[in-house]
């Protein structure tokens, strides 16, 4: 018979003295710690897994002590340990050669600029941050790049990581998890691959896309996903594209993606870009106008990496010169930037309205008919390749529609133009035509 070395209201007492004497460093999962030995004056306290030792060990050490001595009136050290049959430093010794969580520290929440072009996908990952596992599993964030995907997964990872140190968060982009894998299988050691993964807290893999094609890896990672989801343990995807474009990814890898939150980072609008470069200027401590400003804004519209390259760039000329910028430096030094050109919508739709003999209210209305679907998705289509809307805004001009409908129709043309050369040819003479006008 297994006897306990404390009574259940002494050690009752000792979680109770840690709680009230050091808040700061309690944590819920207290509750599950439990008293397994006393012997030569240490005792020796459970814990569920390694990481709540680390944490405890890094932590606790003091605070339990000290409990231990108030409820007992005995002179008491604590020793922490689990009995999690796999050995952490197996894992550790797996990990080591690959690289640990890195985050970079201006990921933060604090700096990310939001717009309508990103306000569900910023307010979906605050909400993830704030309860792990519990309000969105999965968060699946897709987008071009330079549009913030990866900033938003790694201000997730800082804010859990701040609100609970002991978390065990595994962040990587998926040509490690790839790499890991195979890795993992050449040396023999899949088990020490799947405690390592299957341990996580909160899993994070940015560009997730790299998984399209790599069948062994996928299969690993539907068992990697399957056992965290099942425990509410939070996962966070990132990739180029939504989960069904996402090519040769298995269905039911594509259904679990779609089952929590898939949330778009679409471009960002003038007035977005705008905020953004003020942020920015003023993380860097420079007072720039709002004429100038909008001049950077209106040059720099592909992404947001882009324009902080501008921004740096800026910078350091001004510091050639007296530390501003006015706007006649913006327009020198953003000169050689390459401008979209001109094309606007309303040149679209008349182009293509007169090619396939429509009225605009019919490209712009309600119809669903294929004679009318067709020409109104090659608009949304050329509108994504010769403007700089975003899929949001594109929806705008034709009644309204949601992203989601601009998103389908720019997939389907560009499926259908692959198949078809007649199709090609005809796009290609569109975009000419329009090009030539503007
Ligand atoms: P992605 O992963 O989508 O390719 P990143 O997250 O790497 O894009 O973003 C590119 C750069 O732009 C990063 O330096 C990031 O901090 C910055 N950035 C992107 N979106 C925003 C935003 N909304 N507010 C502030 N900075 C942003
Ligand atoms: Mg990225």
């Given at each position: 018979m297994i006897v306990a070395p404390l009574r259940q209201s002494t050690w009752n007492d000792v979680v109770e003295h840690v709680r009230l004497h050091s808040p700061d460093i309690s944590r819920g999962w207290f509750t599950g710690l439990k008293p397994t030995d006393l012997s030569g004056g240490t005792l020796v306290i459970t814990a569920a897994n390694a990481p709540q030792v680390r944490y405890l060990n890094e932590h606790c050490q003091r605070a339990f002590a000290e409990a231990a001595q108030a409820a007992t009136g005995r002179l008491i050290a604590v020793r922490f340990h689990t009995d999690n049959t796999v050995d952490e430093t197996d894992a550790l010794a797996f990990d080591a050669g690959h690289t640990p969580v890195q985050l970079t520290d201006d990921y933060l929440f604090s700096n990310f600029i939001t717009g309508p072009c990103n306000r569900l996908a910023h307010a979906a990952s605050v909400a993830v941050a704030d309860k792990p596992g519990k309000a969105y599993n999965p968060l699946f964030v897709h987008g071009d790049v330079g549009l913030g995907k990866t900033h938003l997964l790694q201000a997730i990872c800082h804010e859990i990581r701040q609100q609970n140190p002991v978390t065990n968060i595994v962040y990587i982009s998926c040509e490690t998890f790839t790499n890991h894998f195979l890795n993992a299988v050449e040396r023999g050691a899949l088990n020490q691959f799947r405690y390592w993964y299957r341990h996580a807290d909160l899993l994070v893999i940015d560009d997730i896309q790299f998984l399209a094609e790599r069948e062994r890896s996928q299969e690993e990672f539907f068992h990697t996903f399957n056992t965290l989801y099942q425990s509410q343990r939070q996962i966070v995807l990132s990739a180029d594209c939504s989960p069904v474009n996402i090519p040769s990814?298995?269905?039911?890898?594509?259904?679990?993606?779609?089952?929590?939150?898939?949330?778009?980072?679409?471009?960002?609008?003038?007035?977005?870009?705008?905020?953004?470069?003020?942020?920015?200027?003023?993380?860097?401590?420079?007072?720039?106008?709002?004429?100038?400003?909008?001049?950077?804004?209106?040059?720099?519209?592909?992404?947001?990496?882009?324009?902080?390259?501008?921004?740096?760039?800026?910078?350091?000329?001004?510091?050639?010169?007296?530390?501003?910028?006015?706007?006649?430096?913006?327009?020198?030094?953003?000169?050689?930037?390459?401008?979209?050109?001109?094309?606007?919508?309303?040149?679209?739709?008349?182009?293509?309205?007169?090619?396939?003999?429509?009225?605009?209210?019919?490209?712009?209305?309600?119809?669903?008919?294929?004679?009318?679907?067709?020409p109104r998705q090659i608009c949304m289509y050329l509108a994504r390749e010769l403007t700089t809307l975003s899929f949001g805004e594109i929806g705008g001009y034709f009644g309204g529609r949601d992203h989601t409908t601009v998103i389908h129709a720019c997939r389907l043309i560009k499926e259908r133009r692959e198949q078809d050369a007649g199709l090609d040819a005809e796009l290609q003479d569109l975009r000419m035509n329009l090009r030539n006008a503007s």
């Open positions: 990814l298995e269905e039911r890898l594509v259904s679990r993606f779609n089952s929590g939150l898939v949330a778009l980072v679409d471009r960002p609008c003038l007035e977005t870009r705008m905020a953004i470069v003020r942020a920015k200027m003023k993380l860097r401590c420079i007072e720039v106008p709002e004429e100038v400003i909008k001049i950077i804004a209106t040059r720099i519209d592909s992404n947001v990496r882009e324009l902080e390259g501008a921004l740096a760039k800026l910078d350091l000329i001004s510091q050639t010169r007296d530390g501003t910028i006015d706007a006649e430096l913006a327009m020198t030094a953003l000169g050689g930037s390459p401008l979209k050109p001109n094309v606007g919508i309303p040149s679209i739709l008349n182009e293509v309205a007169v090619r396939f003999g429509l009225r605009l209210a019919d490209l712009q209305g309600k119809k669903r008919t294929k004679s009318i679907a067709f």
